[in-house]
Each structure stands twice: as C-alpha cells, then as structure tokens.
C-alpha cells in the first residue's frame, strides 16, 4: 500500500521560506512523477511543482522563480523549497504521487503566510 506523509508546513512571515518534505513508502515503480498542489479556502486544488524521476519539472506561474522542487529517487522523498513567500501562498499543501495511472496523495499540511 502506498502512502505518503508530508512535513514542514508552518506559519511564516511575508518575504519568508519554508522547505515541505513528503517521504512515500510501499511498492512503487521507478518510474513516476511526484509534486506538491495546494489548496486555499474556496478554492480549487492546484498543482505548486511536480518533477519526474528523471529529474524533469513543472512550476506553476505564480511560483516560478520563488520555488524549488527536489527529489531522492533513493529516499523516495521529495521536497518543496519555498522563497519569498506571500499572503496568497497560504493554502493546504499537499503531496502526490502519480504512478501506474493512479494519483496517491498525502494528507495534507497548512502553509500560512501572515505578519
């Protein structure tokens, strides 16, 4: 069984940084992409960053530039490096696995910008 338990979440002040990891364990394939979405309140959950085991990665606009996504295919693990935070970086950050054509996801952890 796949699971995924994420960390790092936390209160922040404007213009700080917080790293998110997330350490998946159980049987899974080499080959997969994991990444990080969020969601704030009202809203709809949207992918932050994801990066293929081959080290290939994809960053919303809004964080280009402010956040780094890493991985240890090793570890299994894989980690959200976020700069310069803002206010509106503030949602539930949660961590996903897509492999063999399914989405596994953690259970979330809160990223609260605020001074």
């Known amino acids: 069984q796949v699971q995924l338990v994420e960390s790092g979440g936390g209160l922040v002040q404007p213009g700080g940084s917080l790293r998110l990891s997330c350490a998946a364990s159980?049987?899974?394939?080499?080959?997969?992409?994991m990444g990080w979405y969020r969601q704030a309140p009202g809203k709809q959950r949207e992918l932050v960053a994801r990066?293929?085991?081959?080290?290939?990665?994809n960053y919303a606009d809004s964080v280009k530039g402010r956040f780094t996504i890493s991985r240890d295919n090793a570890k299994k693990t894989v980690n959200l490096q976020m700069n310069s935070l803002k206010p509106e970086d503030t949602a539930v950050y949660y961590c996903?696995?897509?492999?063999?054509?399914?989405?596994?996801w953690g259970q979330g952890t809160q990223v609260t910008v605020s001074s």
């Open positions: 996903n696995l897509y492999v063999w054509g399914k989405n596994y």
């Open positions: 159980g049987s899974i394939a080499s080959i997969n992409t």
């Open positions: 990066i293929t085991n081959g080290g290939t990665t």
